[in-house]
């Protein structure tokens, strides 16, 4: 199984990026599929998640109105819209998979991780 992250960058405050996580090996559409996010000295910390089935969408408080994800079971990729960028959000940004997961806030509950997209955002 690879989760391949990609889509990060350095952006202005209030701009936008779309990050993208493309998965192999599995068969995508019984994952439940998670962000999260590590800022320099913190612990990782979940940002946004998408059911397996349903298309549930579940979000931090912190991205909650700025930050879409979304799925495409086509090309077996899962994305991650980010409008209104604060230099806060600064992070490497990981996606996950979870089987069939319900547990969508918790890191430990995910199956698969990718390598992780850097994201700076600039004041």
């Known amino acids: 199984v690879q989760l391949q992250a990609s889509g990060g960058g350095l952006v202005q405050a209030g701009g936008s990026l779309r990050l993208s996580c493309a998965a192999s090996?599995?068969?995508?559409?019984?994952?439940?599929m998670g962000w999260f996010r590590q800022a320099p000295g913190k612990e990782r910390e979940f940002v946004a998640a998408?059911?397996?089935?349903?298309?549930?969408?579940f979000y931090a408080d912190s991205v909650k109105g700025r930050f879409t994800i979304s799925r495409d079971n086509a090309k077996n990729t899962v994305y991650l819209q980010m409008n209104g960028l604060k230099p806060e959000d600064t992070a490497v940004y990981y996606c996950?998979?979870?089987?069939?997961?319900?547990?969508?806030?918790?890191?430990?509950?995910?199956?698969?991780w990718g390598q992780g997209t850097l994201v700076t955002v600039s004041s």
């Open positions: 996950a998979a979870a089987f069939r997961g319900s547990y969508y806030y918790t890191p430990e509950k995910y199956d698969y």
């Open positions: 090996g599995l068969t995508f559409n019984n994952y439940a």
């Open positions: 998408l059911s397996w089935a349903g298309g549930s969408t």
